[in-house]
Every structure is written in C-alpha cells, then in structure tokens.
C-alpha cells in the first residue's frame, strides 16, 4: 500500500466477502513480507521433482474422475483430496502423483484452466507433503 489510509481502508475488508468467499485481510511489515517470500521460495522449489503437483481452488464437488479428465493424457498413479480437520468435507486442495516427473512438469501448464467454473492452481509439490495432509485427519 502506498499510504497509512490505504492499509486502513484494506483492513476494513477483513471478512468481506468476494462472491462466494471471504477474504481475511491482515497488516504485516516489509520485513515480515521478505521473510515469507524468502520462505515461500524455499518451499516451492523442490530440490527433487518425484511428479506431485498440488492443486488449489478445486470445487467442492470435484471427483478423481474430473481430475484424471483435466490432466487428459497425462497417467496418474494416485490423487489424495485433502479433507477438513474432521475428515468429512473436501477442502478445495488435493494431490496429484504422476507416473513420472516429466507429467508432473506437464501438469504445471495448466496452471490456472479451468474444472467447472473455477480455476485451478497448480504448484510443484512432494510426497512427503502429501503424507503430512493423509496423516493429519
């Protein structure tokens, strides 16, 4: 932001909603956002790509056979939806192990197509992330 007002008016969005969800709007430092760049940039950069890609932004509705649809042409060995904290409801996320790292570079292109109406995110991601969500429900 440019300005003290501008961060004030921000904050005063916190909770508001942008269509069917709200957004949480939080005042942080330059040095707090360099920290979790820096961070961020570690994480996102697997030093060994075994062909995981997270998917962010999924319906609520969406199946393994939308999934394996989506990545047309690409073979899938396993696909992991991350559940809430009760393990009952999807979260929007899930996981998906290609059968070789190659696809899993593919699979990044799609970055931002589209499942139903909504836009995907697709990030590099790792086995051993997909485990942490398995075995936190």
């Known amino acids: ?25 939080y005042e942080v430092s330059n040095e707090d956002v ?34 394996i649809d989506f990545f047309a042409g690409l073979n899938i060995v396993d696909i992991t939806f991350v559940m809430d904290y009760r393990g009952r409801r999807k979260t929007g996320e899930a996981y998906v192990q290609f059968e070789e790292p190659e696809m899993a570079n593919q699979a990044l292109l799609k970055h931002r197509e589209e499942i ?9 991601s790792r ?8 075995g936190s429900h």
């Open 1 to 25: 932001m440019e300005s003290e007002q501008d961060v004030q008016k921000a904050l005063e969005k916190h909770r508001m909603y942008m269509g069917q969800r709200y957004v949480e709007v």
């Open 127 to 134: 086995r051993n992330e997909v485990r942490t969500h398995v």
């Open 116 to 124: 139903g109406n909504r836009y995907i995110e697709i990030f590099p």
């Open 34 to 67: 360099d920290a979790l760049m820096k961070s961020l940039h570690t994480k996102s950069s697997p030093a060994v790509n075994d062909g995981v890609v997270r998917l962010r932004g999924l319906p609520y509705s969406c199946n393994e056979k939308d999934i």
